[in-house]
Nanobody
Framework: VQLQASGGGSVQPGESLKLSCAAS????????LGWYRQAPGKQREMIAS???????KYADSVKGRFTISRDSAKNMVALQMNSLRPEDTAVYYC??????????WGQGTQVTVSS
């Protein structure tokens, strides 16, 4: 199974973007889906995650601005990003973890926020 992320781009501060991540098939045993990002010179960080029971978790830096959602029927997870800031500039990756601790990663999509 492969993950394909899309929706990145270049926007101005205050604007919005929606990232999507589609799986090529059903990932058996999925426990949590998430979005990570990695800015130049920084470590990859988790910014949003959603568990199969619907619970969500956000990094403090995006709380109140980003919303993660999933469509299990379509094997998709999305990230709505509002009020974007220059510090949100990064490559964004989607991630799926199974109950056996197997991880799947998308290829990354660039988000650039600048005026």
């Amino acid at each position: 199974v492969q993950l394909q992320a899309s929706g990145g781009g270049s926007v101005q501060p205050g604007e919005s973007l929606k990232l999507s991540c589609a799986a090529s098939g059903r990932i058996v045993g999925t426990t949590v889906l998430g979005w990570y990002r990695q800015a130049p010179g920084k470590q990859r960080e988790m910014i949003a995650s959603i568990y199969v029971n619907g619970d969500t978790k956000y990094a403090d830096s995006v709380k109140g601005r980003f919303t993660i959602s999933r469509d299990s029927a379509k094997n998709m997870v999305a990230l709505q990003m509002n009020s974007l800031r220059p510090e949100d500039t990064a490559v964004y990756y989607c991630n799926v973890v199974t109950r056996w601790a197997t991880q799947y990663w998308g290829q990354g999509t660039q988000v650039t926020v600048s005026s």
